[in-house]
């Protein structure tokens, strides 16, 4: 039989593409795997990479090192090697294509070992322990295993849809009652998503529902690219305490709400919430976030604050198709992690020229790729008023839900506290006409 042999340095130059741009990390590793690598100190220094990405870490030689040491895996190659790996010189642009000719050697390298055993089995002949043809199958079965690609027959399915049935469906009901009437709340394996226009509220909300889900017991990950966690802790805490936001910017808090904040801190440590900051601004970074936040348990929220700060790729010629991309990857994230990812958006400039500014689902920044992936999409609304000559948003915050494939479209009206950095349920839902402090 004809063995195959395959170039290690292509492996190699695959491995330093990505040291050359780390965030590559995460399109390679969509169609390689460590079985594809000829080479084992290749495939172990390529499972260390994305052990380091998993982790929120940028992926270098000295980051890959220092984890090799920390997991016990030094041993495996020498410390040397990463160094000399970067040092060959290719580019993180030729990431994808090295990436495809190791995943092609890969599988036929696999094929052609399977081949080898299936002959064997052949040549045992009688000899051979129990149902030969199944062997084979076996061997052939292994191979589809390792294929990314995966599909159910329709009776799975079907077990599957019947099997539902006898569980709770997972869904964690929102703070706001009157917005669950319409969406049911917050279900695992769903993408929503939250815009409106600046001030309207739409971080508030986010914040205030990740600190819900949080206090049900499941993890939440909140990634900030607009505000730093300090900023957030802030919000919290008014949220959680009634403690004047302003007060807490301005460091002008009382002695009784210095000691409400300090309790407000120390309640948020107890919670399993995690405030991300990430050090470079890119999808796959944040991505890298939401699977390292994973893999400590039960994650059940992940808030992208906001999506338009994310930047294109390198090399990028349509900002509508990028962030096309990566709410059609927010969608597959959810699935894969199960849990819910919240998408956080401004809305379009140009809705403000309307004789009617309420926004539409249609205003969303990218809207008709964000739209077709996400499952829920609400829009937040605060209207106008002129207040001693001077125009100000009212205290009315609408809830507009465009898109509910889990619920109902509709309105609901809920009240605006900024001062408390939060939106409460009303008691009424009708639109005041005059409002706290006009009279």
């Known amino acids: 039989m004809t063995v195959l042999e395959y170039d290690p ?5 695959m491995l330093g593409a990505v040291f050359d741009q780390p965030s590559r990390i995460w399109e390679v590793r969509q169609i390689v795997r460590e079985s594809d690598f000829a080479v084992p100190r290749n495939s172990a220094l390529y499972s260390i990479m994305c052990d380091v990405a998993d982790r929120g870490g940028t992926v270098s030689p000295i980051t890959v090192n220092d984890r090799a040491i920390a997991a016990g895996r030094s041993h495996e190659f ?29 599988e036929r390298r696999r094929l052609s070992e399977a081949a080898a055993k299936i002959q064997a089995i052949a040549a045992a002949g009688d000899d051979a322990d129990g149902d030969i043809v199944e062997q084979a199958s076996s061997l052939i079965d292994e191979l589809r295993d390792g294929s990314f690609e ?25 703070p706001w009652p009157s917005l669950n009437a319409l969406i049911d709340g917050v279900r695992r394996g769903g993408l929503y998503t939250v815009a409106a226009r600046s001030g309207a509220g739409k971080s508030i909300f986010a914040l205030q529902l990740a600190l819900h889900i949080a206090e049900k017991g499941q993890r939440v990950v909140y990634i900030s690219l607009e505000m730093s966690p300090v900023e ?31 309790d407000g801190v120390a309640a948020i440590g107890r919670l399993p919430l995690d405030l991300r900051e990430p050090a470079q601004m890119q999808w796959k970074n944040i991505q890298g976030i939401a699977r390292a936040a994973h893999r ?38 959810a699935r894969e992690l199960n849990c819910a990812v919240l998408i956080v958006e401004q809305l379009n400039r140009n809705m403000t020229n309307r004789p009617n500014p309420r926004p539409m689902i249609t205003d969303l920044k990218g809207s ?38 889990q619920g109902e479209t509709g309105v609901r009206t809920l009240r605006f506290e900024g001062q408390f950095a939060r939106i409460v349920q009303k008691e009424h839902e009708t639109t005041a006409l005059i409002e706290p402090g006009e009279v």
């Open 232 to 262: 957030l802790v802030n919000r919290l805490v008014a949220l959680m305490q009634g403690v004047n936001i302003r007060g807490i910017l301005n460091s002008q808090l009382t002695p009784q709400g210095r000691e409400a904040f300090a």
């Open 150 to 174: 995966t599909s159910q027959s329709l009776g799975d399915v079907l077990q599957e849809a019947l099997a539902a049935q006898d569980r709770p469906a997972e869904v964690t009901q929102t």
């Open 78 to 106: 020498d410390a040397t090697y990463p160094h000399e790996v970067y040092g060959l010189g290719a580019y993180g642009y030729q990431a994808m294509q090295y990436a495809e000719i190791v995943r092609r050697h890969g």
């Open 9 to 13: 340095q292509t492996e190699a130059f």
């Open 368 to 405: 008709s790729g964000l739209e077709n992936a996400s499952d829920t999409v609400l829009l937040l609304h605060r209207g106008e008023k002129k207040v001693g000559g001077k125009v100000v948003q009212t205290s009315d915050v609408d809830f507009i839900v465009a898109k509910a494939r």
């Open 296 to 333: 400590q348990g039960d994650l059940g929220l992940v808030v992208i604050d906001y999506l338009g700060m994310i930047p294109s790729p390198p090399g990028s010629r349509s900002r509508p198709q990028d962030l096309a991309d990566m709410a059609n990857d927010a969608k597959r994230l």
